[in-house]
C-alpha cells in the first residue's frame, strides 16, 4: 500500500475513539512544519520525502497527510499519489493562496502562526479574510416580478408566463 493509500485509509477510518489521538499527532506536527516553513519562507524546503520526513521529525504517513493538505496550495502541485520515501519534493508554496486555504481549513491554529507577520503583512492577510469571506458569501438571484418580462424570452409578462405554473 503506497503511504498516499495509507494515509486516505487513517484519515478516513478514524472513530470517535481514535480521533483526539489522531488530531493531537497531526496537528501537532503539522503546526511543527508549518512554522519552520514560515521562519524560514525565503527559502523553498527541497529533499527527499524521507530527508524531509526526518528534518521534521513526522511519521511518514503523517508527513503524506501534510503534503496532501500544502499540495493545493503549492506553484506546482506534486504527484502525492505516486510517492514512496525516496521521492524528490519541492514544496514552492504560494503563501497568499496558502493563508487563504487555511482559512478555508478552518485551521486557526495555523493561520495565527505569528511568523506569518515574517511572511505576509497584516494589511495583506486582512486582505484575504476578506477575499475568503466574499468567496462564502452566497448572492440569491433576484426573483422576477409578477409584471417583468418573462425570462424565457416570450415577449409576456411573467404572471402570464412561466410565472401562471407557480
Not at 470517535?16 to 501537532?28: M, N
Not at 511543527?32 to 516553513?37: F, G, N, Q, S, V
Not at 493545493?72 to 514544496?91: F, G, H, M, R, V
Request: glycine share 4%.
Amino acid at each position: 500500500m503506497s503511504l498516499y493509500e495509507q494515509w486516505q485509509d487513517l484519515i478516513n477510518n478514524q472513530t470517535d475513539d481514535s480521533f483526539a489521538e489522531f488530531w493531537e499527532k497531526y496537528s501537532s506536527t503539522e503546526t511543527k512544519i508549518y512554522t519552520d516553513i514560515l521562519e524560514n519562507h525565503q527559502h523553498t524546503p527541497v529533499g527527499t520525502f524521507q530527508e524531509l520526513k526526518e528534518k521534521y521529525e513526522a511519521d511518514p504517513v503523517i508527513f503524506m497527510g501534510f503534503l496532501d493538505g500544502i499540495n493545493t496550495s503549492l506553484k506546482n502541485p506534486l504527484p502525492i499519489e505516486e510517492y514512496d520515501e525516496t521521492a524528490a519534493i519541492q514544496l514552492d508554496i504560494d503563501f497568499e493562496t496558502l493563508f487563504f486555504n487555511m482559512l478555508g481549513a478552518e485551521a486557526d491554529y495555523l493561520y495565527s502562526i505569528p511568523a506569518w507577520d515574517q511572511v505576509l503583512p497584516l494589511e495583506k492577510r486582512e486582505e484575504i479574510v476578506r477575499e475568503f469571506k466574499k468567496s462564502k458569501t452566497v448572492v440569491k438571484e433576484k426573483e422576477p416580478g409578477r409584471n417583468d418580462p418573462c425570462s424565457c424570452g416570450s415577449g409576456k409578462k411573467y404572471k402570464k408566463c412561466c410565472g401562471a405554473a407557480k
